[in-house]
């Protein structure tokens, strides 16, 4: 079964539109992240929250909106979508996320594959 | 800054050759060092990671070694199989980065028969 799911899991949207990926994880993981993969650029690190508090981020437009309502949930909403947003996006967990960094490994979702025509 | 580069984008080699992918890395803190893999279709996954002492991390027949002096990282595995064809991303989280995680461009390693 996996540990990570995410919702859905492909997504064609129109442009201008907004649309919010799903991503829970029952690894009993503190630390979630968003990654983006396009053929543009391979695996992008988005944002790293650590127990529900943002933590990094890397995304330069305020479009892109990451929302932890519990503990093992970080959501993804992306507004006024734009063809050049196609791209699967991969949600990832890790036992710890913050300062300490002890190099933990990230465990990665299936992925959400976006389309925006 | 902290960085991670994967000279080639793509690899391609018979089955039964060995394998080696280039990285080499940049970073201000004493790195953790990863490769992950990634097979069509699916999610990357961890194939290993650096260790603090001198250990060589191995895991289904890759290993790789960190060279300190020359920033590497280098991916290898003596007998390619077929089913060894996948993308691969070397990567790097430096100490005091919150756990952020940098990976490079990505290798996709074709294993012919």
């Known amino acids: 079964d996996p540990k990570i799911i995410q919702k859905p899991k492909y997504l064609v949207a129109v442009t201008g539109s907004e649309k919010i990926l799903i991503c829970e994880q029952y690894l009993g993981h503190n630390a979630m992240y968003w990654y983006r993969q396009s053929a543009k650029k391979p695996l992008e690190f988005m944002f790293s929250y650590s127990y529900q508090k943002l933590m990094d981020n890397q995304t330069a437009s305020s479009r892109f909106q990451p929302q932890s309502s519990k503990k093992n949930h970080l959501d993804l909403q992306i507004t006024a979508l734009k063809p050049d947003d196609s791209a699967t996006y991969f949600c990832?967990?890790?036992?710890?996320?913050?300062?300490?960094?002890?190099?933990?490994?990230?465990?990665f979702g299936e992925g959400s594959r976006l389309i925006v025509v | 800054g902290d960085s991670v580069t994967q000279t080639e984008g793509l690899v391609t080699l018979t089955e039964g050759l060995p394998v080696m992918l280039n990285c080499t890395y940049q970073?201000?803190?004493?790195?953790?060092l990863f490769w992950y893999v990634q097979h069509l279709n699916e999610a990357p996954k961890l194939l290993l990671k650096?260790?603090?002492?001198?250990k060589r991390p191995e895991h289904q027949g890759f290993h790789a070694t960190l060279h300190k002096s020359s920033s590497s990282f280098h991916l290898q595995k003596s007998s390619a199989q077929l089913s060894d064809s996948a993308l691969y991303y070397c990567?790097?989280?430096?100490?005091?980065?919150?756990?952020?995680?940098?990976f490079g461009d990505g290798t996709q390693l074709v294993v012919k028969p």
């Open positions: 970073s201000t803190y004493s790195p953790f």
């Open positions: 990567a790097l989280s430096p100490r005091n980065s919150n756990n952020r995680i940098f």
């Open positions: 990832a967990s890790s036992q710890e996320g913050g300062l300490f960094n002890s190099g933990n490994t990230l465990y």
């Open positions: 650096s260790f603090t002492d001198n």
